[in-house]
């Protein structure tokens, strides 16, 4: 197995989780889905970074520095899914595998959560399996290690 550095970037609004509709995402709070994570991380043999930010320019900013701190990276943009063009951007620069992942079932939402401007540059996409979609995107990397 790997040993990825693999940094999570979660957007706009999963700060509040907790917060929000708990039948979408669930009751925990960010630090205790980073918690959770963080061990699935351990238990496959990769460490983790976590950032959170609720400005699109800082999370672009994260992506341009991403390849110099980590090897993969883990997306949840929230909102700006469906429609930051500027993250799709960004996230081609990084050159890194990136995999997509949401804790609701975008598809099975509105329709305007149906569209994702990342989806095409991620080697995947979970979505709908709360916390759980964080382990099988951190499987999903480890088929994809460099080297
Ligand atoms: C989300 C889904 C998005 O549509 C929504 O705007 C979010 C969270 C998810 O994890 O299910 O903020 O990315």
């Known amino acids: 197995m790997s040993g990825l550095r693999v940094i999570v970037l979660h957007g706009v609004n999963l700060d509040q989780l907790g917060k929000r509709d708990p039948g979408h995402y669930g009751s925990g ?9 963080g061990a699935f991380a351990a ?6 970074i976590f950032e959170q930010t609720n400005f699109e320019g800082e999370y672009v900013e994260l992506l341009h520095k991403a390849s110099e701190r980590g090897d993969a990276l883990i997306l ?3 909102a700006w899914t469906h ?3 500027a993250i799709h951007d ?17 598809k099975a939402r509105e329709e305007w959560r ?3 401007v990342i989806s095409d540059l991620c080697i995947g996409t979970v979505s709908g399996k709360g916390v759980d979609g964080y382990r099988e995107a951190l499987e999903l990397l480890a088929g994809h290690a460099p080297g």
């Open 83 to 85: 429609y930051a063009w």
């Open 76 to 78: 949840n943009p929230g």
């Open 90 to 106: 960004a996230l081609e620069l990084t050159g890194l595998p990136a995999v997509e992942v949401h804790l609701s079932d975008v």
């Open 43 to 48: 238990e496959l043999g990769h460490r983790v």
């Open 114 to 116: 149906h569209h994702s």
């Open 29 to 37: 709070s960010l630090s205790e889905l980073e918690g959770t994570v």
